[in-house]
Each structure stands twice: as C-alpha cells, then as structure tokens.
C-alpha cells in the first residue's frame, strides 16, 4: 500500500496532522494499535481556551469544565489563590476529544488503521512502515510522521532520541470535595520530588494524580490521597479509575531527520514547567503539516527541514528558559518552595503573574520576570539572593 504520509499514531497530534495533510489533498494513513482511539490515555485534561481559539477548535461535548483560576499548596499547606475571575481552560474527556479529532481527520479523507501495530521502520529513497494487525503489512510513503507518545518506537527506529528522561506520572478518578473553576496544585518532594500534584474536577468526578522524577508513581499517588494533611481529608469516595504515564523531557529529541518527522509527546513538545502538551502538540503537529505539504507538492524533500526552524521560533523561549526554571526548581527544598509561594503573596509579584500570565505561552512571564529578577533577588537578602542566583547558573 502506497500513500504520500504515514502517521504512526492517532493520539490528538497524529489526527490533527493527519486532518490538515488530507485537506490538501494528501493520500494519508494513520496507524493505530489500539481498537479504539483515544484509550487508554492517562492525562489530567486541561487544555487552554484561547489557544483551542488559536487552533480552530470549538469545543465540544467533550468539555466537562472551566477553569478560572489556580490554588498552589507550597508544603506548608498555606494555599496561594491566583485568578482573574474569566475562564482560563477547559477541562475535557481526552477519550471523546481525540475520537472527535480522529472523525475529522477521517472525514477529511484519511485512512484510519485501528489494531493495527507498528513494528519496524525502513528508511530510503522510499520509506516504509512495518505493521502488523492488518490486512498489509508494510506502507510505503514519501513522508512518515512519528506521533506514537513518549516512547516512541519512530523516534528511535529514526535515531532520533537524544536522551530517555521522563516524569512519571499516577492518577485516578474520585469524589472530591474541589471547586468546579479551579485547579488545585501540590507542591512537596515527599510525595512528588521533581513534579507536582494536583486536583481538578472533571464533570462528576475529581482527577488527584502527580508526577515524579524518582520512585514509583503509584505508590506516591497512595500517600497523596491517604496521608497527605489536606488531601486526604477532602476524598470523599472510592477510586472509579486509575492510569499511569510518562511525560517526556522537553528537547529531548530531535523531531525531524530526512523524510521523518515527529509530533507532540513523540517529539517531546511539552510545556517544561507543567509538562502540559495539548497545545503545543496541536500546534507543532500544524507546523509539521505546512512543512509536508511544501515539500511534497515542490516535490523537495529538503523542505521537511522549514519544521524544525518553525517550530524553534514559535516555541524556542518556551522550551530552553522553561527547561531552564524546571531544572532550577528540581533543586530546591521544601523550605525553598515555601518560600517562594510566599513571594506570590507580595503585591507586586501577585500583580505582575496576573497581568502577564498566558496559559499556553509561558515565555512572557518568564520574560518579565528576567527583566525583574535583579529587583527580585535584591528583595530576597544577600545570602538567599546569591543561593537562588547560584541555581539558575548551575549547567
């Protein structure tokens, strides 16, 4: 079987490129191992309103939530409220948006190969796509697109992974005693060294999970709803379902190498600090798409090339200043972290978070805060000051 892109893959990134290449024309097959698209997943949901906007995509009944606002819990358990009192993001079914992905991308012209595996990959002058599951078993095509998760067999099949570093991540789904509007974050290395916690309601039920750098997920997620002092008050019944996953590092990959490219959570496309990847998945899996289409119909492959300069100027400042703060705040202490949420507490930090906040583009906070950081540390006395400047240097 021949087509001019295969996609390995119908997670959202893999379904958005896919819908996008059919629409201008492309014979496109996505491959999928799972029965059905969009389980199993394993993801807390949050996806931001302005940037489904961006994107073109209205949401649907696959909302279950809007989110106005946050509450950070620094391990001294005093929570820090922030918001603007507007809806900020949605929260939604991940099961129902990619099948609603998936049925555009079908009804665009796409093929849809469900239980269908890949097993190998062949590059050349014609690539090709082992599978297994279906009636065929080898695709060829001009263009393969790697969108099959963290670890994806693409990325390494193509020598494209640089490093194999992830958070690992539990959640489940609960009764919880938690505001409709707002996601509720936990900071502490007893329960989530490297990461955070949380708690966002979802429809009728509640989503508690973390993430880790070390240890096991599963049995950190037990201690977070059983003995953390304000968690584990507020469950108020049993477990209705519960998943485990990975989040990529950021830059972990390179996301393009001849007539292969990789999309979302396969190339590493997340946001550093909260290893959220919606929206940036969705947006790259775009870029990906232009830079297919340019290549195919000027029959000059080297095009491919235009994806990666385009997603590093969209998203470069996001990845490298974001991957930067990330490493500083691995670093600190618990007594650190309580600190630090202190200082959102002080007018003027507090006034400048909510001034330039941008739910799906970190980078013009961080700027801000580059461009206050002097003013900030100062503020902080000496021996502080020179400790925090000392981690933000460190390689």
Same mark, same amino acid.
């Given at each position: ?208 999970? %973390? ?6 997920? @599963?049995?950190? !997620? #037990?201690? /977070?709803? *059983?003995? &953390? ?113 202190? %200082? ?6 507090? @006034?400048?978070? !909510? #001034?330039? /906040?941008? *739910?799906? &583009? ?34």
């Amino acid at each position: 079987m021949r087509v001019d892109v295969v996609i390995v893959g119908a997670g959202p990134a893999g379904c958005f490129v896919g819908k996008i290449l059919a629409e201008h024309g492309l014979k496109v097959a996505i491959v999928e191992e799972h029965a059905e698209v969009g389980r199993p997943v394993c993801c807390t949901g949050i996806v931001g309103l302005e940037g489904l906007r961006e994107l073109g995509i209205k949401p649907g009944k696959w909302a279950l939530g809007k989110l106005r606002g946050a509450a950070i819990y620094p391990p001294s358990n005093n929570p820090i409220r922030l918001t603007r009192r507007k809806v900020e993001a949605l929260v939604i079914d991940r099961a129902s948006f990619d099948r609603s992905l998936a049925n555009a991308a079908t009804e665009a012209g796409a093929t849809l190969l469900l239980k269908t595996r890949c097993v190998g990959l062949s590059l050349g002058s014609e690539p090709s796509v082992k599978i297994r599951g279906g009636e065929k078993n080898e695709l060829r095509a001009r263009v393969v697109i790697g969108a099959d998760g963290p670890l994806s067999l693409v990325a390494r099949r193509a020598n494209l992974l640089i490093r194999s570093k992830y958070i690992k991540c539990a959640q489940v789904e609960t009764k919880a005693d938690v505001a409709d509007d707002i996601a509720e974050v936990y900071l502490g290395r007893s329960f989530a060294p490297g990461f955070f916690g949380w708690m966002v309601k979802a429809g009728e039920v509640c989503r508690v999970g %973390l993430g880790t750098a070390t240890g096991n997920p @599963k049995q950190l !997620l #037990e201690y /977070f709803l *059983f003995q &953390h002092p304000v968690v584990s008050r507020r469950i108020e019944g049993g477990v209705f379902s519960q998943c485990v996953g990975l989040i990529p590092e950021c830059l972990s990959r390179r996301i393009q190498d001849g007539a292969v490219l990789l999309v979302g959570d396969a190339a590493g496309q997340i946001k550093p600090l909260t290893g959220g990847g919606l929206y940036i998945g969705l947006s790259c899996a775009k870029m990906a798409a232009e830079a297919v289409v340019g290549a195919v119909e000027s029959g000059k492959l080297e095009k491919l090339e235009d994806y990666q300069r385009a997603v590093m100027d969209r998203f470069g400042a996001e990845f490298t200043v974001g991957s930067r703060l990330k490493k500083f705040f691995d670093q600190m202490s618990d007594e650190d972290l309580d600190f630090l949420s202190q %200082l959102l507490e002080r007018e003027d930090i507090r @006034k400048l978070v !909510l #001034e330039n /906040f941008d *739910f799906d &583009h970190h980078e013009k906070l961080f700027s801000v805060f580059l461009v206050k950081a002097p003013e900030i540390l100062k503020s902080l006395g000496i021996r502080r000051a020179l400790k925090y400047v000392k981690l933000l240097a460190k390689p």
